[in-house]
């Protein structure tokens, strides 16, 4: 069984940052990636980004390339996703996710975190 905890949501004005947490535990697993994950009202949940836990190398969707940075700690098993920049397009539940080694797809899921953005 693996957790994974976020935070960091809210409401935020166009143009503002926010940095959403997820901290990952309870597991027995190597992690290949985590992502970040979003869902607007009556949309289908779209990957914003992912980073690999072993280097640290990173992908966005082009949406949010040069607004969006997701970073690792690797000593907590958490990703951070910082948001500048934001628009009311980025309006959405973001989910965090973890990829584990051999499992071929995100496996774990967060509860997700509500991102509001006004205009």
């Known amino acids: 069984q693996v957790q994974l905890v976020e935070s960091g949501g809210g409401l935020v004005q166009a143009g503002g940052s926010l940095r959403l947490s997820c901290a990952a535990s309870?597991?027995?697993?190597?992690?290949?990636?985590m992502g970040w994950f979003r869902q607007a009202p009556g949309k289908e949940r779209d990957i914003v980004g992912s980073?690999?836990?072993?280097?640290?190398?990173?992908y966005y969707v082009d949406s949010v390339k040069g607004r969006f940075t997701i970073s690792r700690d690797n000593a907590k098993n958490t990703v951070y996703l910082q948001m500048n920049s934001l628009k009311a397009e980025d309006t959405a539940v973001y989910y965090c996710?973890?990829?584990?080694?051999?499992?071929?797809?995100?496996?774990?899921w967060g509860q997700g975190t509500q991102v509001t953005v006004s205009s």
């Open positions: 980073i690999m836990w072993s280097d640290g190398s990173t």
């Open positions: 996710a973890v990829r584990p080694l051999g499992a071929g797809g995100y496996r774990y």
């Open positions: 309870g597991g027995t697993f190597s992690t290949l990636a």
